[in-house]
């Protein structure tokens, strides 16, 4: 698949990354609030307050896992390129959510040559439905 609409997908499926590690950290955020909020509870009620809350805890860890589990499969997806140099600029750009200019200054290469490796590398990547 090495159409642009092709490019354009894979894009898309490796730039959730930063989303998807954000998300997992809010509500991994949220969910150690809720609990605390549920121990700090000092009546006598802290187990009838731990069921009332338990499906959001129970939602909340679901989504952690969802997101934590994307993030892996784009992970291995780029881990997968065998080519340093291609699996360089997909890590800079979608892990670490840098520019292409700061890829090309870190790499020490044109920015119109980081264009043309990360699009190689995508031409790599294989989204694993």
Known sequence: MSSKAGLTEKDDFLSEYKYLFETAKI???ELVQ???MVKNDSDSTGLDFMVL?????DQLGCKIKVAVDKSDKILCCIEAIKKPKLRA???LAYIEG???EEIAERMNYSTRQIQRL?????ELVEIDR
Request: glycine share 0%; proline share 5%; net charge neutral.
């Open 34 to 36: 809720l609990i605390t």
């Open 118 to 122: 990360q699009i190689q590398a995508l």
């Open 53 to 57: 809350w338990a499906p959001l805890v």
């Open 89 to 91: 600029v997909l890590q």
């Open 27 to 29: 509500f991994e955020r």
């Open 98 to 100: 840098i520019t292409q």
